[in-house]
């Protein structure tokens, strides 16, 4: 845009000087001067209105990729948004979004580009089961452990998370309650199954907000902490399974090494 102002004024400023110029020449009497100056006037008035319009599309262009591009601002922070619902905190670069300084085909399909991976972004972070349940500390990890209750050696099925009585429990994923209800050592339990097979387990909950069959979204309070069911204090039991295969919740609390816990 620009260059194109530049061109207009240039234009605008050869068209006064050769007005200027035909109004000496009048009072001279050279009237074949003046005929070729009126011809180049008409030329710069022709030119003159084609770059009004070239400078009015180039400010509608503007506003046009400036619109797309406020778009994408607001999907952004939608999805930060959602990451942080869902206990995700991403440390991101300073300065915004890197805008290449080049033709305006090249910004469009870099806006277009965008927008469309932040809305496959946004939806794969609601389906996924990443983030953290309940924000408490790691007292219990995945894998094989020594029992509190008898000291020998057994395979814990997913993590414990340090709670206070009654703290907000947080579905991580998008899905639908599979189960709601008491079940053994579990207590209090709520499973939840998502999309791409993958299933949560939320145990020893005080109290469950959910129904079985309810379809809950990602940050959604789906229960309170207890310490029902095999429990020695009040913690979130938390697991991931894919296909009934199970998973280390660990590695889907984290994006990156940013994320605080």
Same mark, same amino acid.
């Given at each position: 845009?620009?260059?194109?102002?530049?061109?207009?004024?240039?234009?605008?400023?050869?068209?006064?000087?050769?007005?200027?110029?035909?109004?000496?020449?009048?009072?001279?009497?050279?009237?074949?001067?003046?005929?070729?100056l009126k011809k180049e006037v008409n030329f710069l008035?022709?030119e003159l209105t084609k770059k009004e319009e070239q400078?009015?599309?180039?400010?509608?262009?503007k506003e046009k990729l400036a619109k797309k591009l406020?778009?994408?601002?607001?999907?952004?922070?939608?999805?930060?948004?959602?990451?942080?619902?869902?206990?995700?905190?991403?440390?991101?670069?300073?300065?915004?979004?890197?805008?290449?300084?080049?033709?305006?085909?090249?910004?469009?399909?870099?806006?277009?580009? =965008?927008?469309?991976?932040?809305?496959?972004? #946004? /939806?794969?972070?609601?389906?996924? +089961? %990443?983030?953290?349940?309940?924000? &408490?500390?790691?007292?219990?990890?995945?894998?094989?452990?020594?029992?509190?209750?008898?000291?020998? =050696?057994?395979?814990?099925?997913?993590?414990? #998370? /340090?709670?206070?009585?009654?703290? +907000? %429990?947080?579905?991580?994923?998008? &899905?639908?309650?599979?189960?709601?209800?008491?079940?053994?050592?579990?207590?209090?339990?709520?499973?939840?199954?998502?999309?791409?097979?993958?299933?949560?387990?939320?145990?020893?909950?005080?109290?469950?907000?959910?129904?079985?069959?309810?379809?809950?979204?990602?940050?959604?309070?789906?229960?309170?902490?207890?310490?029902?069911?095999?429990?020695?204090?009040?913690?979130?039991?938390?697991?991931?399974?894919?296909?009934?295969?199970?998973?280390?919740?660990?590695?889907?609390?984290?994006?990156?090494?940013?994320?605080?816990?």
């Amino acid at each position: 845009m620009g260059r194109n102002f530049t061109r207009l004024y240039l234009t605008v400023l050869s068209l006064i000087s050769i007005v200027s110029l035909i109004i000496a020449l009048k009072s001279s009497g050279n009237k074949e001067e003046i005929e070729r100056l009126k011809k180049e006037v008409n030329f710069l008035r022709e030119e003159l209105t084609k770059k009004e319009e070239q400078l009015k599309k180039a400010v509608e262009e503007k506003e046009k990729l400036a619109k797309k591009l406020k778009s994408i601002e607001e999907k952004i922070k939608k999805a930060n948004k959602t990451l942080r619902r869902k206990g995700i905190k991403i440390k991101l670069p300073k300065g915004g979004l890197f805008i290449p300084a080049d033709r305006k085909e090249n910004l469009e399909f870099y806006a277009t580009t =965008l927008e469309n991976s932040m809305e496959k972004l #946004l /939806k794969i972070m609601a389906e996924i +089961p %990443v983030g953290v349940p309940l924000y &408490g500390r790691l007292t219990s990890r995945f894998g094989y452990r020594k029992d509190p209750f008898n000291g020998k =050696l057994a395979f814990h099925a997913g993590i414990d #998370l /340090k709670a206070q009585p009654r703290q +907000p %429990v947080f579905a991580t994923a998008n &899905g639908i309650v599979k189960f709601a209800g008491w079940s053994g050592g579990y207590g209090k339990l709520v499973i939840i199954k998502h999309k791409y097979g993958y299933e949560t387990y939320y145990g020893h909950l005080f109290k469950i907000r959910v129904k079985k069959g309810q379809r809950v979204k990602a940050g959604t309070v789906i229960g309170y902490a207890g310490s029902t069911g095999r429990s020695t204090g009040v913690h979130l039991h938390y697991e991931i399974r894919r296909y009934g295969r199970l998973l280390n919740p660990l590695k889907y609390l984290y994006l990156n090494r940013y994320n605080a816990f």
